[in-house]
């Protein structure tokens, strides 16, 4: 999700700073490491990491940070939005995300599961992507949900070090 906005940032010939959530900062951290192994120049892509109430809100806050990108809750983006209405910053905002997956009457049940575990799983559940609800045509959820859990059973659940 980091490089979806570096990626434009850069491409635009813009120096940019990301400040990635505090749960998930490993990724940005990454993109760091990538930059210095390409010799991208210092100060062209500068990873904050840091509390969102701390390292979050001297960015807002920062006079000269022109653009505020923010994808994450209602409730932050709206602090987000208001700090940048300060200064007339221009601001984007991916907030609260509900993306259901609908099943019709006539889908692959097992391949509307793959899709579903995908949708939940996929980069570990921790891009705002995930699909948190399933709509299914009438009298088809059983089926679905016997193969969703069958399938969610053979997962393997792995911890990094």
């Given at each position: 999700?980091?490089?979806?906005k570096?990626?434009?940032a850069?491409?635009?010939?813009?120096?940019?700073?990301l400040?990635?959530?505090?749960?998930t900062?490993?990724?940005?951290?990454?993109?760091?490491a990538?930059?210095?192994e390409?010799?991208?120049?210092?100060?062209?892509?500068?990873i904050?990491p840091?509390?969102?109430?701390?390292?979050?809100q001297?960015?807002?806050?920062?006079p000269?940070?022109?653009?505020?990108?923010?994808?994450?809750?209602?409730?932050?983006g709206?602090?987000?939005?208001?700090a940048?209405?300060?200064?007339?910053?221009?601001?984007?905002?991916?907030?609260?995300?509900?993306?259901?997956?609908?099943?019709?009457?006539?889908?692959?049940i097992?391949?509307?599961?793959?899709?579903?575990?995908?949708?939940?799983?996929w980069?570990?559940?921790?891009?705002?992507?995930?699909?948190?609800?399933?709509?299914?045509?009438?009298?088809?959820?059983?089926?679905?949900w016997?193969?969703?859990?069958?399938?969610?059973?053979s997962?393997?659940?792995?911890?990094?070090?």
């Amino acid at each position: 999700m980091a490089a979806w906005k570096v990626a434009p940032a850069l491409a635009a010939g813009c120096t940019m700073v990301l400040k990635p959530s505090e749960l998930t900062p490993l990724t940005a951290l990454e993109l760091a490491a990538i930059a210095d192994e390409i010799e991208l120049p210092a100060g062209v892509q500068n990873i904050v990491p840091g509390l969102g109430v701390e390292a979050g809100q001297a960015l807002t806050d920062h006079p000269g940070i022109d653009k505020l990108a923010f994808t994450g809750s209602v409730p932050t983006g709206s602090k987000v939005m208001a700090a940048a209405a300060r200064d007339i910053k221009r601001v984007s905002l991916e907030l609260g995300g509900k993306s259901p997956f609908i099943v019709f009457g006539d889908a692959d049940i097992e391949q509307a599961v793959e899709w579903i575990m995908f949708g939940i799983f996929w980069n570990q559940g921790q891009v705002f992507l995930p699909h948190r609800e399933c709509w299914y045509r009438t009298g088809y959820m059983n089926s679905c949900w016997r193969a969703f859990s069958w399938r969610r059973r053979s997962l393997q659940s792995v911890t990094g070090s």
